[in-house]
């Protein structure tokens, strides 16, 4: 992993562990059709086998996808985007496959 996806990981992280997230309808509508949880994507986070940044999401926000494996160790990833605010950083979930 080089040195902007592990910025962007630990990031992420810091948006997690302070409750400044996003989960947008799509990417719950996903979690629920995978039958994935929430503590899925928090092991996910929390163990990544690859982390990549994307291209510019369509409002110029850098995405990121996170893969590794849930609980049940089936294969997801993660697609975020790195947003701030007046408050600072945000991560917002996008979808999970």
């Known amino acids: ?4 996806a592990c910025d962007a990981l630990w ?3 810091a ?4 409750d400044r997230i996003v989960m947008l309808p799509h990417f ?3 979690l629920a059709e995978r039958g994935l949880i929430w503590v899925d994507v928090l092991t996910v986070l929390e163990s990544p086998t690859g982390v990549r940044g ?3 999401d369509p409002f110029g ?7 590794g494996s849930a609980i049940s160790g ?9 947003d701030t605010n007046a408050y ?3 991560t917002v979930f996008i979808t999970v496959y």
Not at 15 to 18: N, S
Not at 61 to 67: M, Q, S, T
Not at 74 to 82: A, G, I, S, T, Y
Request: hydrophobic share 45%.
């Open 1 to 4: 992993m080089d040195a902007e």
């Open 11 to 13: 990031t992420i992280r």
């Open 15 to 18: 948006c997690v562990a302070a």
């Open 28 to 30: 719950r509508q996903r």
């Open 54 to 56: 994307g291209k510019l």
């Open 61 to 67: 926000r850098p995405k990121w996808l996170v893969a």
């Open 74 to 82: 089936e294969p997801v990833e993660v697609v975020c985007v790195l």
């Open 88 to 90: 600072g950083d945000v």
